[in-house]
């Protein structure tokens, strides 16, 4: 058994992440927070941080239960919920919900190892591995968030700020659109951009309706992007650190602004003077997480999903990334210039592991190092080439947009899978003819 290579490479696989959380949680107990693990380990008890997400992570393990399984499941996670809230409001402690969802993860995982076998217990193992991955992955992004701000005390928004005049400062227009349409516009925005992970989990329990029946996960499917995106975003983050444009120009703007760190009270409504960038200090506590946008990622990794499925999700897609290109510019929480290398690293992360499943060729190895290359000179051009790109913007802009449009071309063009040529009809031989 050890010696197939699919046990090995699993092992492996599991024995790099449980040290990989072991040692963020040493990180962050460094900075004096609790780590993912603890964090994740509270939950069991103490309210959890968010309960529509542990409810989705259930929801995704759910996929390899039949529906009488299902119910079971949801009337456990509702009942567990049910005596939790009744205990917290006896002692007056801090109300939510999701702690019977993730009772139910847990309680699978536990007869996935006492009580199945073979490929029963397998297939359950992968449901519980698919829902506590969500729901742990946010931990992780949360103590990454929380490294970058103490590891990297410059930021370089001088420079974006100064690259997004080619693109006429859209986090500035925006946000002053936001501003215009009052609390209702903000508070619809502010729903979409937080519970982005909902919308990911609706999609793909779609994508992975059919797996209690095919008793198989699909080779490739919304999750595996979803979570690629948020593994390798902070990564790009530690290279490039960016803290927004409201922390760095929005002195007062909705109350959350950078404070005594800010270079100027701007945002929203004057757009910052073009000169020389430099990198600036600032505080340790705001994450250096703009460049590039994951929301916008993700939200775009939505969207290609939602392409295969029924009208209402396609629209409900499209509509979670206009909403969330909003929310990321509206709020102030990223400029123009984060948006369009999220896009390109959206697709280009999706071009790859679509590529792993059907099988890389030629065509699959240009788009995704096409897209590489173009994601890297994105950077080199923010960090480098800044001012040229604000003094000729009808240069520069035209030519990010088209850099990104390249992208978005290149992978639609070997989206479809490929299909075997089919091989020309024999012609059947004349037979001579008898005199």
């Not at 990297?152 to 659109?177: C, E, F, K």
């Not at 200090?281 to 997480?289: A, K, L, S």
């Not at 939200?299 to 979670?320: E, M």
Request: with cysteine; charged share 15%.
């Amino acid at each position: 058994m050890w010696r197939q290579p699919r046990v090995i490479l699993w092992t492996a696989v599991g024995v790099a992440a449980l040290g990989f959380l072991i040692a963020l949680e040493i990180a962050a107990r460094r900075y004096g927070v609790p780590g993912p693990i603890t964090n994740q380990t509270r939950e069991v008890i103490f309210a959890p941080k968010s309960g529509p997400l542990l409810y989705a992570g259930m929801a995704l393990m759910m996929v390899v239960f039949t529906w009488r399984q299902r119910c079971i499941a949801a009337g456990a996670a509702i009942g567990i919920d049910l005596v939790f809230f009744l205990v917290r409001w006896a002692l007056d402690a801090r109300m939510n919900f999701g702690n019977g969802a993730l009772w139910v993860i847990l309680g699978c995982a536990v007869i996935a190892v006492t009580r199945r076998t073979g490929p029963e217990r397998v297939l359950l193992l992968k449901g519980v591995g698919l829902g506590l991955l969500l729901v742990t992955g946010r931990k992780i992004g949360d103590i990454w968030l929380l490294i970058t701000s103490k590891t990297r005390p410059m930021v370089l928004d001088q420079y974006v700020a100064t690259a997004d005049h080619a693109l006429g400062n859209p986090s500035w227009l925006a946000g002053r659109i936001i501003a215009a349409t009052g609390p209702i516009g903000a508070h619809v925005l502010d729903y979409v951009y937080i519970q982005i992970g909902v919308a990911a989990v609706i999609v793909a329990l779609y994508q992975l309706r059919n797996v209690a029946v095919e008793r198989r996960f699909p080779g490739h499917h919304l999750v595996r992007t979803f979570l690629v995106i948020g593994l390798l975003g902070p990564a790009i983050y530690m290279i490039f650190p960016v803290v927004g444009p409201i922390f760095v120009y929005g002195a007062g703007a909705f109350d959350t602004g950078g404070g005594h760190w800010a270079l100027a009270d701007l945002w929203p409504h004057t757009p910052p003077p073009i000169h020389t960038p430099h990198p600036m200090p600032f505080d340790e506590i705001t994450p250096r997480n703009c460049m590039p946008s994951l929301h916008t990622a993700w939200a775009t990794a939505i969207f290609i999903h939602s392409r295969r499925a029924p009208r209402i999700l396609r629209y409900g897609g499209t509509f979670w990334l206009i909403a969330t290109l909003g929310a990321t510019l509206g709020f102030g929480y990223h400029y123009g210039a984060d948006i369009i290398a999220g896009v390109v690293f959206a697709f280009t992360i999706e071009a790859a592991l679509r590529a792993l499943d059907r099988g890389w060729d030629r065509p699959q190895i240009q788009v995704v190092a096409y897209g590489t290359t173009v994601f890297a000179a994105l950077l080199l051009a923010y960090r480098y080439l800044p001012m040229r790109m604000a003094q000729h913007p009808w240069v520069f802009g035209p030519l990010l947009i088209l850099a990104m449009a390249s992208v978005v071309s290149g992978y639609l063009r070997t989206a479809e899978p490929r299909r075997p040529k089919s091989a020309p009809a024999q012609q059947p031989e004349p037979q001579p003819e008898l005199v």
